[in-house]
């Protein structure tokens, strides 16, 4: 989860999205009752036969940015207010220019008047921060909790296809052996009813 904690909130910004980690953070609150989005997340990738490990920003993006490979198929779900942080989007940006990076996820709620009304800033702060590129490209304009509920399935399976792709293989040493076949010969073919 890539979001502000309620101590790191840009100036004047809502606090109803938010909680006191980044786990917290449910930018549909009002649709739901305030349940966090990762809790919903959880509940899809376990759905799906994944066994999720939900963190923050910060307990993942050093290891990441620092040339730890993702050893799982891996999504970021990124709140557009973790721009305004500095530091937070110093650390976005570098997991954003990795090779392979988490599949990028950005909720939307337009009907938060604050985010409506700097849309157009957190966008071009996000397409800075999170440039598109070649693979998995970011997941934008989720504008529902049901919308996410739908699309994340999609996105999680986007994301196990992506690992296995870019995942580094290392093969037995040695000279392979040719594959086994099946095949037919001649006196397979006379005997046959």
Do not use: C
């Not at 904690?5 to 739901?32: C, F, I, K, V």
């Not at 759905?47 to 891996?74: C, F, K, N, T, W």
């Not at 966008?123 to 049901?146: A, F, Y």
Request: charged fraction near 25%; hydrophobic fraction near 30%.
């Amino acid at each position: 989860m890539a979001a502000p904690d309620l101590s790191h909130l840009p100036a004047d910004r809502r606090t109803e999205p938010y909680g006191h980690t980044p786990q917290e953070w449910n930018p549909y609150y009002s649709e739901d009752g305030g349940r966090p989005l990762a809790m919903h997340a959880m509940e899809l990738a376990l759905s799906h036969g994944l066994l999720p490990e939900i963190g923050s920003l910060s307990d993942h993006a050093d290891r990441l940015a620092d040339g730890g490979a993702q050893d799982a198929p891996s999504v970021m779900i990124v709140d557009p207010w973790i721009t305004a942080h500095a530091d937070s989007k110093a650390s976005l940006g570098r997991i954003g220019r990795l090779d392979r990076r988490p599949v990028p996820v950005v909720p939307w709620n337009l009907g938060d008047p604050q985010t409506a009304g700097a849309e157009h800033e957190l966008k071009r702060n996000l397409r800075d921060t999170l440039p598109d590129r070649t693979g998995p490209q970011s997941v934008s304009h989720v504008t529902s909790l049901e919308q996410f509920r739908r699309n994340m399935p999609k996105i999680l399976g986007s994301a196990t296809r992506n690992f296995f792709r870019t995942t580094p293989t290392y093969p037995p040493p040695g000279t392979p052996e040719p594959r086994p076949r099946l095949k037919h010969t001649e006196e397979t073919d006379d005997k046959r009813p």
